[in-house]
């Protein structure tokens, strides 16, 4: 049984690597966020072909039963991955905020009769 649950490990794990591979081709995924996404697999896979790196690293760690140390990281991705994603949605709605109080401008200046918008 555990043998099964390796090789079902194993090929989970390259497969989140050939669907992000795709994403990247298709451009629907970003490189920066891609190597995120290869390192998780890559840990996944060596945890998965080496038995007992899970058990080392929670036993460096002080964690009681290693499985919990997954979930732990994985907890700990999704926080790092929420502030990353608030970071970026805070640049952009200020970034279109600007644009459109610019836009508003010139559609001003439009109506205004002002062929020409003032150098920024």
């Given at each position: 049984?555990?043998?099964q649950?390796q090789?079902?490990?194993?090929i989970?794990?390259?497969g989140?690597m050939?669907?992000?591979?795709?994403?990247?081709?298709?451009?629907?995924?970003?490189?920066e966020?891609?190597?995120?996404?290869f390192?998780?697999?890559l840990?996944?896979i060596?945890?998965?072909?080496?038995?007992?790196l899970l058990?080392?690293?929670?036993?460096?760690?002080?964690?009681?039963?290693?499985?919990?140390l997954?979930?732990l990281?994985?907890?700990?991705m999704?926080?790092?991955?929420?502030?990353?994603?608030?970071?970026?949605?805070?640049r952009?709605?200020?970034?279109?905020?600007?644009?459109?109080?610019?836009?508003a401008?010139?559609?001003?200046?439009?109506?205004r009769?002002?062929?020409r918008?003032?150098?920024?």
């Open positions: 049984m555990d043998q649950i090789v079902i490990s194993i989970g794990s390259v989140v050939l669907f992000v591979t795709q994403l990247i081709r298709r451009r629907k995924l970003r490189e966020y891609a190597l995120l996404w390192a998780a697999s840990g996944l060596l945890i998965s072909v080496w038995r007992g058990d080392r690293a929670a036993k460096l760690l002080g964690v009681a039963y290693p499985p919990s997954l979930l990281a994985g907890i700990a999704g926080f790092i991955l929420s502030i990353h994603f608030s970071l970026s949605l805070t952009l709605s200020e970034q279109n905020k600007r644009l459109a109080q610019e836009l401008l010139l559609a001003n200046r439009i109506e009769g002002e062929g918008p003032a150098p920024s």
